[in-house]
Nanobody, 126 residues
Framework: QVQLVESGGGLVEAGGSLRLSCAAS????????MGWFRQAPGKEREFVAG????????YYAGSVRGRFTISRDSAKNTVYLQMNSLKPEDTAVYYC???????????????????WGQGTQVTVSS
């Protein structure tokens, strides 16, 4: 199985940028579709962005589309989430997740992902 470790979170002012990293070990990320989720205080964990196992197709939640970009670097076995034009409502713990099952579409349900990282805190000040 794969182990996932997120990094890159922190405190940033509104309008700023952060890049989150998700380093994988144990298995190559090419074996999985990968996703980013987030959970704000008092709210359920929600899908943010995903990238398919093959082909590089991506999909985003409407709230982040046009501001966030998910990508993968197979050589580094790492998935990234570039976050631009950050807003206070983006404040949350961000989680990386791996989906081992083949699907023709990027899945957005958190129960459809098999492996999770520990999360990294992102705080956006107004």
């Amino acid at each position: 199985q794969v182990q996932l470790v997120e990094s890159g979170g922190g405190l940033v002012e509104a309008g700023g940028s952060l890049r989150l990293s998700c380093a994988a070990s144990g298995r190559t990320i090419g074996s999985y579709a990968m996703g980013w989720f987030r959970q704000a205080p008092g709210k359920e964990r929600e899908f943010v962005a995903g990238i398919r196992k093959t082909g590089g197709n991506t999909y985003y939640a409407g709230s982040v589309r046009g501001r966030f970009t998910i990508s993968r670097d197979s050589a580094k076995n790492t998935v990234y989430l570039q976050m631009n034009s950050l807003k206070p409502e983006d404040t949350a713990v961000y989680y990386c997740a791996a989906d081992r099952n083949f699907s023709p579409v990027i899945r957005v349900g958190l129960y459809e992902y098999d492996y999770w990282g520990q999360g990294t805190q992102v705080t956006v000040s107004s």
